[in-house]
């Protein structure tokens, strides 16, 4: 017998918060915008997150210089977790140093910063893990300092390292130009369009094999939708009008 009876169910929600408890997680977040002085921005995490999203996009419309970056990114991700180990190895060998009869709790803000996300990408949420981590490390090192474990040089060259390492991920992501108008078809085929594509990111060389012919992507990828190349153009020019890219210096990133 046929089951007849249908399900009338709605799409799943959820809601998310990020809590940070350190000013130096905090500015990662929201990134510094181009001082009326002339000192230039720093893109934040959440600047970042949107780049994504603008990857994902080309990548989903068989962009492979969109595939391209979100490979290196994912790449990048994973080394920057394991960098961000290696500075929480040393404090752990660190804090073993403290005397077995001295008991000291974990320094959390007494006002933290909660923010709801929005994100809509896997890869967004890898580089929160790794800002949530940073936050983490942040009042570890504060904490051996406060506590005469560490002195002050190592405690501002440990800072400085772990913000840089993300600041080097979010940099990666400003170097995407947008969706390149070109498909593996127009590749195949050696068009205009494909050389166009070529000529808008020639500053990253020419374009894997595995990565061009769609053999090797991100594992974050988004299925491919054929659509018209000139029209996903045309698309994404005009989201580029709608919302202008944030006014930061790649190198400072």
């Known amino acids: 017998m046929a089951d007849s009876f249908q399900l009338n169910l709605g799409s799943l929600r959820s809601s998310v918060q990020l ?22 921005g720093m893109i934040g995490l959440s600047g970042f997150a949107n780049i994504i999203n603008r990857i994902k996009q080309g990548a989903a419309q068989d962009d492979p210089y969109s595939d391209w970056f979100l490979l290196m990114i994912e790449e990048r991700i994973e080394e920057a977790s394991q960098q961000l ?27 933290p910063m909660t923010l709801p996300l929005y994100l809509t990408s896997p890869l967004a949420y890898k580089g929160v893990y790794l800002l949530t981590s940073y936050d983490e490390l942040v009042r570890r090192i504060l904490l051996a300092n406060h506590i005469g ?15 840089a390492i993300l600041r080097r991920l979010f940099g990666l992501g400003q170097r995407y130009k947008g969706f390149s108008g070109a498909s593996r078809d127009d590749f195949a085929a050696n068009n205009a369009r494909a ?23 991100s594992k974050y990828a988004p299925d491919i939708t054929r659509a018209n190349t000139s029209r996903a153009a045309e698309d994404d020019e005009d989201d580029a009008l709608d919302q202008p890219a944030p006014d930061f210096d790649q190198d400072e990133a």
């Not at 130096?24 to 002339?38: D, K």
């Not at 060998?93 to 005397?99: D, I, K, R, T």
């Not at 474990?149 to 913000?163: M, P, Q």
């Open 149 to 163: 474990l560490i002195d002050n040089h190592t405690k501002e060259a440990w800072l400085d390292e772990g913000s």
């Open 19 to 40: 809590t940070l408890h350190t000013h130096h997680a905090s500015r990662l977040w929201f990134g510094r915008p181009r001082g009326e002085n002339g000192k230039p």
């Open 85 to 111: 180990k290696d500075i929480d190895s040393k404090l752990d060998e660190v804090m073993a140093c403290l005397p077995a009869q001295l008991s000291v709790s974990n320094n959390l803000s007494v006002q």
């Open 195 to 217: 050389q166009a594509a070529r000529e808008m990111y020639a500053f990253l060389g020419e374009l894997p094999a595995d990565v061009l012919d769609g053999s090797r992507r």
